[in-house]
């Protein structure tokens, strides 16, 4: 989070948050609405932030500065009859408005597997504050994932939580990512397995005839993903040049993806029936 002199200058080119390098707990913020000043600070173990103003007449950084000194003063007194706990919502609501943020900016199958994660996965942390939430408590909560769901579903699990408490220290909400420290679990080693010579060749007898045997034969000769060729169009199949090709939207890197087509595969796809334009051709 950046730190530095909050100065009519500083304000000017603002995006997001910058606190006061002289007085510690003083920062300022753009909003839709404008620069807002604020005050951060513990009070009986909850972290407080409160607004002190817009900038712009009467206030600008001087005056703000001024006030959250005054602001510490009663805090050094005992007092603090304005303190509100910044995450007095709770994790869940903060899960809201995270998702809320995230939303257009993603595509909406990895929105759904995080918003899955956040609001199911992690139910249990939903009613505590964010200061509550420590190491252990994800800790715990991760440890159960693991044994119900798999070291899979564990690792995602964590990341999509450890997005939501860096997207909280941005916020001005935390200091530091509870997440960090905890264990990313070794999900059973890569995708390196591949079929022998042998194996091929008893599983290509094995398959017979049919729909299902061509799909896996195209699978097998072209080495392409199972939804690249078990959604296959023939507007994708280039017949003259003995090639398919994947436009960028079919591709899991978003680029053109040609294939050269061997002469058992291009055998296997003109042998599908043509349904109509647009059509599978598997």
Known sequence: MATGNITIASLRDLQGWLWDDRV?????????????????????????MKSIGRHGSPSTPDTARSEALRLLGTLVGGGDSFAKPLTSKGFGAEVERYLERKRAGMRPRSFGEIKRFLTNHFAPLAKLRLTDIDRRTIALVLAEIE??????????ARSALSGIFSWTITEGLLETNPVEGTAKVNEGGGRERVLMPDELRQLWHALGNGRFADLVQLLLLTGQRRNEIGTLQWS???????????????????????IPLSRQALAIIQRQPRIGTGQRSD
């Open 147 to 156: 044994r119900h769901r798999g070291p899979v579903a564990r690792n995602r």
């Open 236 to 258: 994708e199949v280039d017949l003259a040049q003995s090639m398919i090709v994947l436009p960028p939207a079919r591709t899991k890197n978003k680029r053109k993806h040609e």
């Open 24 to 48: 510690i707990g003083f920062g300022a913020r753009r909003q839709a609405k404008g620069v807002f000043y604020y005050l951060r600070y513990r009070h009986n173990g909850s972290q407080i």
